[in-house]
């Protein structure tokens, strides 16, 4: 009755204003840190041009696939993973649907709280780009920023412009910045990788880039490694894409929302590449992966370019807008399940939720040791959790065949028997071996 009560108070559930709006969400959601942190370095090592084209199937096969069924599942039941699950699970008669869709909202808080801790560095570098990297000693000048109390102000600025953002709501929060940030990047994206491919040398970085190793694709390593860079580059831990998909209207394309979100993601992850690895061969470093990447090596090229001053701080402002697109989308994958399960107004559950990730962000920000363990236990463990628990709701509990219609309803492109079988073993099975590859990865049993 009480909770009946304050149903009615409830404020009507937001939506996006049009089809390009939650395109632009959704593409700014998946274009983040892991198109350009991870997603060059994994191509040069696990096969260049072979890897793409694995990393292209899964994408297709799997990404694309998961993706619908996200949206799927949040337009259908009009809610985020706690009511959907709850909702999917009552109709079966079984219990606990509620507590099981906390699972994917936790698993996407804990990357949000390694993700802002990043995003208040990437702020810091952007501000000291415009006096330039040259003359400094980039490892030691990270070294001694990242993990120490000189982070903790950045951090606190990361998560109080996130939280205004996403404190404004779907209409005036979110989509306002995604739709001046994601052309945004886009661009930047272009004139870096347009400066970076005319470096003399580059060629060589091309080249190396895109040779196709063949031989890469016998190592369970490559597909473990397309795999972990699909889900978390299409941001599919069961969570956001669900809260994305209940702010869709009901006559939605759904096939091809999800079809521009991976499209999008995809050219932004191959132009990071050729920003990447040109430049990196022009100045005969070799690209790495991660941290080391984002805050040593590449100011370490701006240190040396023509107009690397410029270069320098257009790529961190490139940086901030790929990373706070991804941001808000986090942020809200705490702020709706607040506002479902409580009934919390948003702007109560923006700053609960502002308030706690700036708190547990708090020792990752000042200890570097905090922050590895951190993310190594979310990316190998816990993420592959979330995505496993929507996936195994959505195509076995709801049921493929009711998520293929739900897919197909305002579909110009109606998805065929085909897609059930992907959803049921293809997409599930390749989460499990995420999961199982993760765990073993973790505790040291696999490398
Ligand atoms: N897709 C984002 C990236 O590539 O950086 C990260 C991300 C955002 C993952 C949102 C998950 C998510 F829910």
Redesign the pocket.
């Known amino acids: 009755m009480v909770a009946k009560k304050n149903a009615d108070k409830e404020a009507p559930r937001e939506q996006w204003s049009s089809k390009m709006s939650l395109v632009m969400a959704s593409a700014g959601?998946?274009?983040?840190?892991?198109?350009i942190w991870m997603f060059p370095w994994r191509m040069g090592t696990y096969g260049g041009s072979a890897f793409l084209l694995i990393y292209v199937l899964i994408i297709a096969f799997i990404g694309l696939i998961a993706l619908m069924g996200e949206f799927a599942m949040g337009r259908g039941q009009g809610k985020g993973p706690i009511s959907a699950f709850e909702a999917i699970f009552r109709e079966k008669k079984l219990a606990g649907g509620k507590w099981l869709g906390l699972f994917p909202v936790l698993m996407?808080l804990a990357?949000t709280i390694f993700?802002m801790v990043v995003v208040g560095w990437i702020i810091h570098y952007f501000v000291i780009s415009f006096q330039g990297f040259a003359g400094l000693n980039l490892a030691t000048y990270f070294s001694g920023f990242a993990g120490s109390s000189s982070a903790i102000s950045w951090h606190v600025l990361a998560v109080v412009a996130t939280t205004a953002i996403v404190y404004m709501g779907v209409k005036k929060g979110l989509e306002p910045i995604n739709n001046l940030m994601l052309p945004g990047l886009l661009i930047l994206m272009v004139v870096l990788a347009i400066r970076a491919v005319t470096l003399p040398g580059a060629v060589e970085g091309i080249r190396f880039m895109f040779a196709p190793n063949f031989g890469a694709l016998a190592d369970p390593l490559t597909w473990f490694n397309a795999l972990a860079q699909a889900l978390?580059?299409?941001?599919l831990?069961g969570?956001?894409l669900v809260i994305y998909g209940s702010y869709m209207p009901k006559g939605t394309d759904i096939p091809q929302a999800a079809a521009y979100t991976a499209i999008f993601d995809t050219i932004a992850a191959l132009l990071a590449a050729f920003i990447v690895f040109p430049a990196a061969f022009a100045f005969g470093v070799s690209p790495n992966a991660g941290i080391p990447l984002l805050f040593v090596t590449l100011p370490g090229l701006f240190a040396q370019m023509p107009a690397g001053l410029l270069f320098g701080a257009l790529f961190f402002l490139l940086v901030i807008f790929a990373a706070t697109t991804?941001a808000i989308?986090?942020f809200e994958?705490a702020v709706e399940p607040l506002m479902d399960a409580f009934k919390w107004a948003r702007k109560k559950a923006a700053l609960i939720t502002g308030a706690v990730v700036l708190l547990a962000g708090l020792p990752l920000t000042i200890n570097m040791g905090h922050f590895s363990l951190w993310m190594r236990v979310t990316s190998g463990i816990l993420m592959p959790i979330g995505t496993l628990v929507t996936m195994i709701v959505l195509f076995w509990v709801f049921g493929a065949l009711r998520a293929r219609k739900e897919v197909n309803e305002g579909a110009a492109v109606k998805m065929g028997p085909w897609w059930e079988f992907f959803g049921k073993y293809v997409a599930v099975g390749g989460t499990f071996f995420i999961l199982v590859a993760g765990i073993l990865r973790f505790t040291g049993q696999w490398r």
């Not at 959601?29 to 198109?35: D, V």
């Not at 978390?232 to 941001?235: D, E, I, Q, T």
């Open positions: 959601s998946a274009i983040g840190l892991g198109n996407t990357v993700y978390f580059s299409l941001s831990l969570c956001t991804s989308s986090l994958s």
